[in-house]
């Protein structure tokens, strides 16, 4: 069997990260979230471990809502979410996350398709993933021009849930949620901390020395290139071409 | 047939100058069929409410010059890319742009279901989103002794909803399935009218399995008959997204010359439909 591609090892990496959770939910214009979390089911169930159920936005035949589109958020704020993906246009150091575009607002002379659900979800889904493919100074910047949802709040304020770790291209970062800082966590093959530095407009803690994200296991590579995959195609058909073999 | 059964133009007369008009994402079921005859016709300043997020509807809106104000969590193609005549009018400033996130309009329109002045929602404390909306307090929670702040946000109200579905019935109902949101809307708005794929005899009262999937007739104003009337977007049960056609609009309109002639051909096609 090849090697996983940069995408396949992307979709490997998130899936580890959703060890443990049951019920996730998926957003708009995510298909290596959406595989992760298919994989991830999918692993479960060949090791006999609990049903992991997936809600895809968009999709129809991965959503297990019947109350239209608030009924994510409503399960959300009753914790029955376990975990959730977000991205950005702008990610900080604080884990700021921005979906809307560049200063000056209203009048972004860049503008992103908007907020969507993460003003609210970032602040009661236990497990955020950030997930950002485009690992530059033009995405991780020192301070987001809009806040779409803010990475950490103050004490007083009611958040059960938040950023857990953010996932690159490049690299990935646990979040420390008492610190408010990213720590680098793992360097996917091919990629090293100065190439990480260099592309990183912000400060983050560091071991002396960082590991490796591990790749797939032959079995894991071959639940992905299959089932997954073709799971993946009714929600995803472009991205499906796209990393298909062959 | 009800006396509810309406032409498009009919429906499009309805929207009027100034009208807040409230829209579905694109897989609830968008109303394109209805478009080429308010693109005709006069209206403008439209206010839209984009239930929760926009595509192709309000961008072909806000393309052609009839958007005076958009509220709205997100706007995208989806897999077609951004929303072209959105980003122009936003940068621009030509379009007033109110972000919200999803369940801030969730929120609103159940506000408005209730009657009552307001509800809340957790999050948003600390971000842009709310800073930005004057109209959204926040306020101590009432209910506790320890200091526990949180969002309220007024009801939406808009003057018309206007939807595609995919059946209703000879008294005036119609089926929503599990898309609630589309109840929503409905029970939120002044007016509310509706395209369907269908009309069928009979009532979808007369069993369980379709009434529990049914906007009931008195939250319906007007329907009117429109075969594959959310292309170029599916619907769902029923037909696929057309890929291809969010594409080409995608590509023509990232000028607003392009969009012109986009405009101009899907006019040209819809006086035929």
């Known amino acids: ?246 | 047939m009800s006396d509810a059964l309406m032409t498009l133009s009919e429906i499009a007369a309805k929207i009027e100058s100034g009208t807040k008009l409230a829209l579905p994402v694109d897989y609830a079921g968008v109303s394109m069929a209805v478009m080429p005859h308010i693109l005709a016709g006069t209206a403008r300043d439209l206010d839209l409410v984009c239930v929760p997020t926009g595509g192709l509807q309000p961008d072909i809106l806000i393309g052609a010059g009839k958007v005076r104000s958009v509220e709205t969590s997100a706007m995208t193609l989806g897999e077609a890319g951004g929303a072209p005549c959105f980003r122009r009018a936003v940068s621009e400033g030509s379009t007033h742009i109110r972000d919200a996130t999803c369940p801030a309009i969730h929120a609103g329109l159940m506000a408005a279901q209730k009657g009552v002045p307001f509800m809340a929602i957790r999050g948003l404390i600390g971000s842009d989103v709310l800073r930005h909306r004057v109209d959204w307090k926040v306020i101590q929670n009432p209910m506790s002794d320890k200091a526990d702040e949180i969002v309220i946000v007024p009801p939406i109200l808009p003057d018309v909803a206007l939807f595609h579905a995919a059946v209703a019935d000879s008294e005036g109902n119609v089926l929503i399935g599990r898309r609630r949101e589309l109840a929503s809307m409905a029970f939120a708005a002044k007016r509310t009218f509706i395209t369907v794929e269908r009309v069928i005899e009979g009532s979808l009262f007369e069993t369980e399995e379709s009434a529990a999937g049914t906007l009931p007739a008195i939250y319906v104003n007007g329907i009117a008959l429109a075969p594959k009337g959310a292309w170029p977007y599916g619907l769902s049960g029923e037909y696929e997204t057309d890929s291809d056609a969010l594409l080409s609009y995608a590509k023509a309109a990232r000028t607003q010359e392009g969009f012109d002639d986009w405009l101009n051909t899907y006019l040209s096609e819809g006086a035929r439909s």
């Open chain 1, 1 to 246: 069997m090849t090697p996983a591609s940069p995408k396949e090892h992307l979709i490997c990496t998130i899936a580890d990260l959703l060890v443990g959770c049951r019920t996730i939910a998926v957003g708009a214009a995510s298909p290596i979230p959406a595989a992760a979390a298919m994989l991830h089911r999918a692993r479960e169930r060949m090791a006999g471990g609990p049903r992991v159920r997936i809600s895809i936005l968009g999709s129809v035949q991965h959503n297990f809502f019947t109350n239209g589109s608030a009924e994510l958020f409503d399960s959300a704020a009753q914790g029955r979410i376990d975990a959730f993906f977000l991205g950005g246009g702008q990610i900080d150091g604080q884990a700021n996350i921005n979906l809307v575009g560049t200063e000056p607002y209203p009048e972004t002379p860049v503008r992103w398709p908007g907020s969507f659900g993460s003003s609210f979800l970032y602040f009661v889904v236990p497990k955020v993933i950030l997930f950002r493919e485009d690992h530059s100074r033009r995405v991780l910047v020192d301070k987001v021009d809009f806040i779409s949802a803010p990475g950490v709040s103050d004490p007083g304020t009611y958040r059960p849930g938040g950023p857990h770790a953010l996932v690159t291209g490049k690299a990935l970062f646990d979040f420390d949620r008492d610190a408010g800082r990213f720590q680098l966590a793992g360097l996917h093959p091919g990629h090293d901390l100065q190439s990480v530095i260099d592309n990183t407009g912000f400060e983050f803690a560091k071991a002396v020395r960082t590991p490796n994200t591990p790749p797939p296991d032959a079995d894991t590579l071959e639940l992905l290139r299959g089932e997954v995959l073709e799971t993946l195609t009714e929600t995803y058909p472009k991205f499906v071409d796209q990393i298909q073999p062959g």
